[in-house]
């Protein structure tokens, strides 16, 4: 070749590649540059989301149930979880102060402000594969007990709330049931309305048309998408259903039913901006025990990422009768032997065998509910 031992360009460049030369190492460190920002700036997303989140934690309502609570504080993954759920409505009086977070600190709690129609005991099993809900009946007739955890009197269950606040309505339930309650959270069903407009409504469907004339509404027969105000008229309705309250308790199991089956099917506990809009309308008008952290509100949530709408179960408590009891009114007597039989499989985790053996006490199907 002329020229002698002259090597060309193109290889020569090739050979800076090779060995490390100058061209490469612009492109690493571009490169390097680049993972870095992006490394950067996914950290700062997360650790923004993370403080949004725990923030949104931190603003739901709170009231202390210490004086009763028999749960650890802050319970473990590794064991199973009680929480009573009230659903509490202002019945009547503006003594006080402007929310339950803001009564449960008075000196003396506004007896008959509030009124819960709506008693459920959560069951979260140790294994976090599924969850179960029982309502208790409101007019349930036994013991009531107070904030101290002191009998008061026999009456219907929803007067330990109206009378004696958050902390007598667990120590009522855990006396009447045996049950450990570790958390206590309360829905303000006036505000339950944002929660199902941040889900984008839920469907329901009526078997067959019927008015209710306490409320002026005709509930037309179809599958229906409700929201709002509709929504809240619908758990609330009880007058023009055959058997009144007690399709009323079936009709809010329902709607949660539909509720929860939308938020899990979407990913809700997995999609950041999904949960972060949940979240805001929970706090709005949800509020919880002192002792429920916000570290422990957020390992529950992703404990429970991997359970489907199968395997969310709704039971009530089973009935055997309603009496007229003089000075309390109509009220509803438990089966004694089988309350005892579905208390006892909630308090040792076995709540699948007493389903199981009582298949027929589960929430119909959703065409199903009237």
Do not use: C
């Not at 030369?21 to 690493?28: E, I, L, S």
């Not at 058997?243 to 009709?251: L, M, N, P, S, W």
């Not at 309350?339 to 199907?365: F, H, K, N, R």
């Amino acid at each position: 070749m002329a020229g002698g031992s002259k090597t060309p360009s193109r290889y020569r460049d090739a050979g800076k590649r090779r060995l490390g030369g100058q061209p490469f190492r612009r492109r690493h460190r571009r490169l390097l540059l680049t993972l870095l920002t992006v490394m950067a700036l996914m950290l700062v997303s997360v650790g923004a989301y993370a403080y949004h989140l725990n923030k949104q934690l931190s603003n739901f309502g709170r009231v202390d149930i210490s004086t009763v609570q028999s749960g650890e504080p802050d319970p473990d993954e590794g064991r199973a979880l009680n929480v009573l759920l009230l659903g509490s409505d202002m019945a009547e009086g503006d003594e006080g102060g402007a929310s339950i977070e803001e009564d449960a600190v008075l000196p003396d709690w506004p007896s008959g402000k509030y009124r819960s129609d709506t008693l459920m005991i959560v069951h979260i099993p140790a294994d976090r594969s599924a969850v179960q809900l029982v309502s208790i009946p409101r007019d349930t007739y036994t013991m009531i007990y107070d904030e101290d955890g002191e009998e008061r009197s026999e009456q219907k269950i929803n007067a330990a709330f109206s009378e004696y606040g958050p902390a007598g309505a667990v120590a009522t339930v855990q006396a009447m049931t045996g049950i450990t309650i570790d958390h206590l959270a309360i829905i303000d069903w006036q505000g339950f309305r944002d929660i199902t407009t941040a889900v984008g409504g839920v469907e329901v469907t009526i078997p067959e048309t019927f008015r209710d004339p306490q409320q002026g509404i005709t509930w037309q027969a179809g599958t229906q998408v409700l929201e709002g105000e509709e929504a809240l008229s619908y758990v609330r309705t009880r007058h023009g259903l055959q058997r009144g309250d007690f399709d009323r308790i079936e009709r809010q199991q329902n709607f949660l039913r539909s509720v929860m089956n939308k938020l899990l099917s979407r990913g809700t506990l997995t999609n950041p901006l999904k949960l972060s809009n949940t979240l805001g309308a929970l706090s709005d008008n949800m509020t919880l025990d002192s002792n429920w952290s916000p570290a422990s509100l957020r390992s529950l949530a992703l404990s429970l990422r991997g359970v489907t709408s199968e395997g969310v179960a709704f039971m009530t408590a089973p009935v055997a009768a309603t009496e007229d009891v003089s000075g309390v009114g109509n009220v509803v007597i438990l089966k004694e032997t089988q309350s005892a039989e579905l208390w006892e499989a909630i308090a040792t985790d076995q709540v699948g065998g007493y389903v199981q053996a009582y298949p027929d006490e589960q929430l119909p199907g959703a065409d199903e509910v009237s």
